[in-house]
């Protein structure tokens, strides 16, 4: 049996972990997580749960709705490139997003961020952008979990999830069940590649050959880390607008397996949706992907949003106008679609003059 020296004193921080970098980074998130405060959120950072009151928050007979997500190894393009400051607020997004889509508000959000050794700076700038990105949906930052672990990542990477809750009165949720033969299906543009299909990506960039320094190919006026770091947008404050303003049948988050997997989640059984694929313009880096990448339409279809961030199925009646509100809100909106009986094809079909 080996025995290591004797009477020599063994540490925490000799073994890896700074408690004293961790208490740092807490200081340093509070008034991140002040400056997202919000009705129902009670107390502060430092305690062992937080508080969240939804009848301070407006709300009389909530149904809560929790999501969970990361951002996948849209990391690794982050550690690469020394860029921290939007992967919070894509944490952020993919969570809230899905809040939305069943009509529910986001109420508060927490986040999980674990690293092998802790750097202060780095995490206070992915803390940031948690922050705002609670700020751009509306959610309190009510409490986290920073973990360092020695052995278990290497030097640099680190990993995020997020959790988040939100509510919506009873009888008020979207569940897919008012979507009709006749619906229309409206498209909400996307900023880019949001957080899913980066293992694909980076495999693209590695095979190229490309520096994440270089200029995209793309977009030469920024580097290929900006083009591809840019983060996904938060739909929540305009799509609450228009759910209270009637007309929104169903709502799909755009993401991993995009329209053809995500839309059918929102359809009754006996419906699909046919989309005319020229009725939206895809940012470049699809084309990118698809050109000198070589990814198959097919496959580029199943992996990314193509465009749509996010997918409104109204009422015909309805359309235009949730269309004109949306547009004011700061959205592209784009109509692509139909809702038509299935039949033996496909829940989502891509038809030229689908859209109308």
């Known amino acids: ?12 921080k000799d073994a890896g972990v700074d408690i004293d970098a961790g208490n740092a980074l807490v200081e340093a998130i509070k008034p991140l997580a002040k400056s997202t405060a919000r009705a129902g959120a009670l107390g502060g950072l ?26 996948g190894t849209k990391l690794k393009v982050a550690i690469e490139a020394g860029r921290h400051d939007t992967v919070g607020i894509d944490l952020v997004a993919m969570c809230v997003n899905d809040l939305v889509v069943q009509g529910a508000e986001p109420l508060f959000f927490l986040d999980y961020f674990a690293t092998g050794r802790l750097d202060p700076a780095a995490g206070a700038e992915i803390v940031a952008g948690i922050a705002e990105g609670c700020r751009q949906a509306g959610c309190a930052l009510v409490g986290g979990e920073t973990a ?9 990477d680190y990993d995020l999830a ?12 979207l569940d897919g069940t008012a979507v009709a033969e006749g619906d229309v299906v409206l498209a ?23 520096n994440y320094r270089a200029p995209a190919p793309f977009q030469p006026e920024v580097t290929l880390a900006e083009a591809l770091l840019v983060p996904t947008r938060i739909y929540v404050r305009p799509l609450l607008a228009a759910i209270a303003a009637g007309g929104v049948h169903a709502l799909a988050h755009i993401t991993g397996g995009g329209l053809p997997e995500n ?3 929102v359809l009754p059984e006996g419906l699909a949706a046919e989309l005319d694929p020229a009725c939206w313009r895809r940012a470049p880096v699809f084309d990118w992907l698809a050109e000198a990448g070589r990814v198959p339409e097919e496959d580029l279809y199943r992996t990314f949003n193509c465009g749509v961030g996010m997918g409104v199925v109204a009422g015909a009646r309805e359309a235009e106008a949730l269309a004109a509100r949306l547009v004011a809100a700061g959205e592209t909106v784009t109509r692509i679609g139909r809702i038509v009986r299935r039949g033996a094809g496909p829940s989502v079909r891509f038809e030229a003059g689908a859209a109308g």
């Open 188 to 210: 909400l543009a996307s900023s880019g590649l949001h957080s899913n299909g980066f293992s694909l990506v980076r495999r693209v960039v590695a095979d190229l050959g490309i």
């Open 162 to 173: 997020g959790f988040s809750v939100g509510a919506v009165e009873r009888g008020r949720q």
């Open 1 to 12: 049996m080996t025995e290591g020296p004797p009477d020599v004193p063994r540490t925490y």
């Open 263 to 265: 839309l059918p989640r």
């Open 148 to 156: 360092e672990m020695p052995g278990m990542y290497a030097a640099g």
């Open 46 to 71: 430092g305690g062992f749960g937080a508080l969240f009151d939804p009848r301070a928050a407006g709300y009389s007979d909530p149904l809560l709705v929790a999501t969970t997500d990361g951002v």
